[in-house]
């Protein structure tokens, strides 16, 4: 069983496209994040939901625009797609007590062409 | 503002030992993790700290010293399995959350 799951795990599309990625984790956790992770292999926070709700929005184009239907799910659409998109965006929970360690999700490697 | 240093990449030995620092600065600090990535996949979890000392768990274990905002990675008994990406990462209070900021990573390379 795959605690956090992230679909598709390979994506490849035209600038000015829009895509959607899919996460659901299975460990009854509160709370979600995206990350999105370059070349250079920073991994920077883009959202964080908790029960459902937006807590943590970085410094995001608003072409990017999570949604969490239930507390499993966190889903990522983005509009008009461009190159510098081109990353791993990696889905990740939490329990949220003190010492609780992430748990990701295998990744998305989206590439814009 | 927020600041976390590792170095970028180190190289060791099969069967020796290595230790990855990471130095931090950041206010409303409230704990310390340390995980691994191999390219290609997921960062997984190896430890975590909050107050000062060591946590040792098999071949790895992890210092942390509050005061001089800095954490260690001590990795023993070295395999090639080991080669990998080490992040550092401080976890902060902002508000009513709870962030977590990370390094750019350290990438070991074990030879044999």
């Known amino acids: 069983d795959t605690a956090v799951s992230q679909t598709p795990k390979y994506l490849v599309t035209q600038m000015g496209n829009d895509k959607s990625i899919k996460c659901e984790q299975n460990?009854?956790?509160?709370?979600m994040y995206w990350y999105k992770q370059d070349s250079k292999k920073f991994l920077k926070i883009m959202f964080s939901?908790?029960?459902?709700?937006?807590?943590i929005n970085e410094t995001v184009p608003n072409r990017f625009s999570p949604k969490s239907p239930d507390k499993a799910h966190l889903n990522l659409h983005i509009n008009s797609l461009e190159l510098g998109d081109s990353a791993v965006y990696f889905c990740?929970?939490?329990?949220?007590?003190?010492?609780?360690?992430?748990?990701f999700g295998e990744g998305s490697r989206l590439t814009v062409l | 503002g927020q600041n976390i240093d590792q170095p970028t990449e180190m190289t060791a030995t099969e069967g020796a030992i290595v230790q990855i620092n990471c130095t931090y600065q950041?206010?409303?600090?409230?704990?310390l993790f340390w995980y691994q990535q191999h390219a290609g996949e997921a960062p997984t979890f190896l430890s975590y700290n909050v107050l000062d000392g060591l946590e040792e768990k098999g071949r790895f274990s992890s210092f942390l010293s509050r005061s001089k905002g800095y954490s260690y990675l001590l990795l023993k008994e070295l395999q090639m399995k080991d080669s990998a990406s080490y992040l550092c990462a401080v976890r902060r209070f902002a508000g009513n959350n709870r962030k977590l900021i990370w390094g750019l990573g350290t990438s070991l390379a074990v030879n044999p």
């Open positions: 939901y908790n029960n459902k709700e937006l807590i």
């Open positions: 460990l009854g956790h509160d709370t």
């Open positions: 950041t206010s409303g600090f409230n704990g």
């Open positions: 990740a929970s939490t329990a949220g007590r003190p010492g609780g360690e992430l748990f």
